[in-house]
């Protein structure tokens, strides 16, 4: 089963401007080939339908971890994505009540993606940067171990070239920030499937790391996860399960490039940074028209809930 807390693996930044086509192309990060949605249900459904659980109990924990992790990751470039369609929050709108009669989204017909607006109202939805929807034929779960981990190893080499792609098309300082972290995160889980791997056949298949061969140092905002030593670390992303993951990832060492340091294993999950509050926007009708009805009745629907 899953906890959820509210909460972000990361706070992003404000972007500076709203930027539609700028959260199309966040949108390859989690819809397309090597997105989120990707890494999130390869590793859900190979955890699901993992043979021997007990007797390959580390290998079975890595999946099973990195597959919370990717869901938070998945959360995460969604945030992003609303965030570059919302822009700044201004509070003009809504105080406003929001008029509609002069056309105030007739950009909207030149935006790449303009059923991000028309049909989202700005928030992302699990489809790539030309708006193809995500499909299951992006998933593989063999029910062989070796095979899905080796799998595992390519999609999180190919999601490495996507986000750097996708992040040299980017100036905004919210779509970089999901970029930079995602590049230091995916590492750690193509270098925790490189080690699997390494365990069970001998193959130093480690050493193509990293695979694009690019130090992450080189990109700005990479370097502060460095510095507090994301790279090294692998979380449970529970209370008291999957602690296995030590077998694999403690007692090793740290990719080429990246800041050295003891590989350890967090019992639990990143302390996270608080979600960002879309402003509503009358004039498209999120969360509605005349939104101050909710807002009165929302605080006695909390009151009564807490009474029940």
């Not at 972007?15 to 819809?31: I, K, T, V």
């Not at 007797?55 to 990717?70: C, D, G, N, Q």
């Not at 929050?89 to 059923?115: F, V």
């Not at 969360?287 to 807002?295: I, N, R, V």
């Amino acid at each position: 089963m899953f906890l959820r807390v509210d909460k972000l693996q990361i706070e992003l930044p404000v972007p500076a401007a709203q930027d539609p086509n700028a959260a199309a192309a966040l949108q390859e990060l989690l819809g397309g080939k090597y997105g989120e949605m990707s890494t999130l249900n390869n590793y859900l459904f190979q955890s699901f339908n993992f043979r021997s659980k007990d007797k390959l109990k580390p290998f079975y924990s890595l999946v099973a971890a990195i597959t919370a992790e990717e869901l938070g990751r998945v959360e995460l470039v969604s945030n992003g994505v609303a965030m570059l369609n919302n822009g700044p929050d201004d509070d003009s709108d809504e105080d406003e009540g929001g008029d509609i009669s002069d056309a105030p989204y007739e950009d909207m017909k030149d935006i790449r993606l303009a059923a991000a607006f028309l049909s989202n109202g700005g928030g992302a939805t699990p489809v790539n940067s030309n708006g193809v929807s995500w499909s299951n034929d992006c998933v593989t779960t063999t029910g062989n171990v070796i095979v899905d981990l080796l799998h595992n190893f390519h999609l999180e080499c190919g999601a490495r070239l996507h986000k750097l792609r996708v992040y040299s098309t980017l100036s905004d300082p919210t779509g970089r920030e999901v970029c930079g972290y995602l590049l230091v995160r995916g590492s750690v889980h193509a270098h925790a499937y490189a080690l699997a791997l390494k365990k069970l056949t001998g193959v130093d298949i480690d050493k193509m790391l990293p695979t694009p061969n690019i130090n992450l140092d080189q990109i700005p905002e990479c370097a502060k996860y460095l510095a507090e030593g994301s790279h090294r670390r692998l979380y449970t992303f529970s209370p008291d399960d999957f602690t296995e993951i030590k077998g694999i990832w403690e007692g090793e060492k740290t990719l080429p490039g990246d800041p050295k340091g003891a590989l350890e294993v967090v019992e639990g999950m990143p302390d996270g940074g608080k979600i960002h509050q879309l402003t509503g926007i009358p004039s498209a009708f999120t969360p509605d028209y005349a939104p101050e009805e909710m807002f009165e009745i929302a605080p006695g629907s909390t009151r009564n809930r807490g009474n029940a």
